[in-house]
């Protein structure tokens, strides 16, 4: 069956540090790729999506290029900040019931 | 304009009461979603509702848990006979028209089953 499998947590990274969140699918067909992000105390919020191979989503300085060949969507950021401390999940949606799959959730920590 | 919203914000029940979750989509969104999350199982879906049907509900973990929508708006998720394991936080999702629209999540209801 369709799955995701995220880089276990948690990420603990400097101020201005570049970041790499990995993310790889297992799922048949073309599913779209999604990464959203739940802030401390708030709900899920789309960070970003990418529904074809080759495609790069981005938003608020975030990254993730939906490659096809090695079924991955890694999610990077060239310079984190003290708010992007979250919880981060990688998903798909492959059957037309929009149906998400969620990956496990990795939990990122910025110190100033 | 108002998001998803979700009554109540937290629920604590006995074992083996019945419990009713709300969801108020966003206005307009025909397409509704249930998640579950929780620690042991990470983020899982459990049914999908376009208007007042539901084309899948394969994600329902048991016969204890169902769920309606009226008037193409509000939704109930019903745990029936609440066990300790069904301690969770229930998020519901709405979407535009279809379901390849992006979802747009509620706060959730923390459910703890005492």
């Known amino acids: 069956g369709n799955s995701v499998t995220q880089m276990e947590g948690p990420v603990t990274l400097s101020e201005e540090a570049f970041l790499t969140i990995n993310c790889t699918y297992t799922a048949t067909g073309y599913p779209s790729l999604f990464w959203y992000v739940q802030y401390p105390g708030e709900g899920l919020q789309l960070l970003l999506k990418?529904?074809?191979?080759?495609d790069k989503g981005s938003n608020k300085g975030f990254e993730a290029t939906y490659r096809k060949e090695t079924t991955s969507f890694h999610l990077e950021k060239g310079s984190v900040q003290v708010s992007d401390s979250a919880v981060y999940f990688c998903a798909l949606r492959s059957s037309n019931t929009g149906k998400l799959i969620f990956g496990q959730g990795t939990t990122l920590q910025v110190k100033p | 304009g108002a998001g998803v919203s979700q009554s109540p914000s937290n629920k604590v029940t006995e074992k083996g009461k019945d419990v009713e979750l709300r969801c108020d989509p966003i206005s307009g969104h025909t397409a509704l979603y249930w998640y579950r999350q929780s620690l042991g199982q990470g983020l899982e879906f459990l049914i999908y509702?376009?208007?007042?049907?539901?084309?899948?509900k394969s994600g329902l973990p048991s016969d204890r848990f169902s769920a309606e929508r009226t008037g193409g708006s509000v939704s109930t998720l019903t745990i029936q006979r609440t066990q300790q394991e069904d301690s969770a936080v229930y998020l519901c999702?709405?979407?535009?028209?279809?379901?390849?629209?992006?979802?747009?999540f509620g706060p959730g209801t923390r459910l703890l089953v005492l």
């Open positions: 990418a529904t074809k191979a080759d």
């Open positions: 509702f376009q208007g007042n049907s539901a084309p899948d």
């Open positions: 999702a709405s979407s535009f028209l279809t379901a390849q629209e992006t979802q747009y």
